[in-house]
């Protein structure tokens, strides 16, 4: 079953993969996704615009594949988007996956305003079979989850503003992309909902390599359950050359956190979207992430952060390890019900976040970061 399970989520990550692939590569639907309306333009029928229901149909596509096939997690499916669409005379629409190929495209034709065209491409990417030829299968473990006891978070677009606008620069850091559709992820991660800690993580970069005019993806997974740690090979590869620390900030920090990091030796690199930033940590690109704002999700961080703890590191709570003085173990995200429902916005790391790999560089730097 688990062997299964895991190559279900590799699957529907593709298949995810390629919807996000197809918007951008289908003229029709790139018009509709980039199109900016106003006034009397505006879909009549609907509010919500077009990049919303691309959000919304990866996030259902994951919820139907996995719900269908594993009921046991069927009702801890979680996304970021609500499925709802509402038009200004208050009707709503619930946009689900449907039995099959023709009820999807009618459903998504109605949000669409009869756009039947539009309908139809994106149906037959959500019905798709794929074969297990186009997952990587290496690697994959022999794992037993109780998935009864799992909960599951879905951000179906990370970086949705990347997506939309796309232009490619890269960093001189490295491999890693200030910005650009590289940029783009789909994240999958499955906690325990008792214990609260990230068990599976599926990233899988929709737009990683351009081959002329057609992107290629890459998909990445790790699992940390009890004494399994496995994850993609690819990431186990991954060799660190002895070049300066590399830290990740988002653009919006400020000057003091970067140049207190600088001061102290390390590489400071700016690049879009936190599940890449994350994917960039487990790859070895950079070394640690600091978020000193509220601005993840447990959407943005269940995925990864299952990742990184299979390959040793983690993600603690940046004002816990900065502020507090908690240890490494106390700080760590935790995605149970209770956990970060007392205030601030639902669901939010509204602490921060440190994703890192190595525990040992982490503690170096908890030690430069209180001097902020
Ligand atoms: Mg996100």
Not at 79 to 104: H, Y
Not at 284 to 296: E, F, H, R
Not at 348 to 361: E, M, Q, T, V, W
């Amino acid at each position: 079953m688990g062997t299964r399970f895991l190559e279900s989520l590799l699957k529907v990550s593709e298949k995810a993969a390629n919807i996000a692939r197809v918007i951008r590569q289908d003229e029709h639907l790139f018009k509709l996704l980039v199109q900016e309306k106003k006034g009397s333009e505006k879909n009549p029928r609907f509010v919500q615009d077009f990049k919303t229901l691309a959000d919304v149909l990866i996030q259902e596509t994951v919820k139907h594949d996995i719900g269908s096939q594993f009921p046991a997690i069927a009702n801890h499916i979680f996304g970021e988007e609500n499925n709802m669409f509402s038009n200004i005379l208050g009707d709503t629409i619930k946009v689900e996956v449907q039995e099959d190929q023709v009820a999807t495209a009618s459903l998504l034709s109605m949000v669409l305003s009869g756009d039947i065209q539009a309908a139809e491409v994106l149906a037959v990417e959500v019905h798709r079979n794929l074969s297990v030829e186009e997952i990587d299968t290496d690697n994959l473990p022999q794992l037993t989850l109780p998935l009864e006891q799992c909960g599951m978070w879905i951000d179906p677009i990370d970086s949705t503003s990347e997506y939309i606008g796309g232009e490619e620069v890269k960093l001189s850091v490295g491999d890693i992309y200030q910005s650009g559709l590289q940029c783009v992820t789909v994240l999958i991660g499955v906690f325990d909902r008792i214990s609260g800690q990230p068990i599976l993580g599926v990233i899988n970069q929709p737009f990683h390599s351009q081959h002329g005019s057609r992107w290629k993806g890459k998909c990445r997974w790790g699992v940390k359950f009890g004494d399994l740690s496995k994850c993609s090979t690819s990431l186990l590869s991954s060799t660190k050359d002895d070049r300066a620390k590399v830290v990740l900030l988002s653009g919006s920090e400020g000057s003091n956190l970067k140049s207190l990091l600088r001061s102290a030796g390390y590489i400071v690199a700016e690049a879009a979207g936190a599940g890449y930033k994350q994917l960039c940590v487990a790859c070895g690109d950079a070394d640690v992430y600091v978020l000193s704002k509220g601005s993840t999700f447990r959407w943005d961080t269940c995925g990864p952060h299952a990742i990184l703890r299979a390959l040793g590191g983690g993600i603690v709570s940046y004002s816990k390890v900065i502020d507090v003085d908690k240890s490494l173990e106390e700080s760590e995200l935790n995605y149970s019900e209770r956990e970060g429902q007392s205030s601030g916005p639902l669901h939010c790391n509204h602490d921060g976040l440190i994703a890192f790999r190595d525990s040992s560089l982490l503690h170096e730097l908890i030690l430069i970061l209180r001097q902020l």
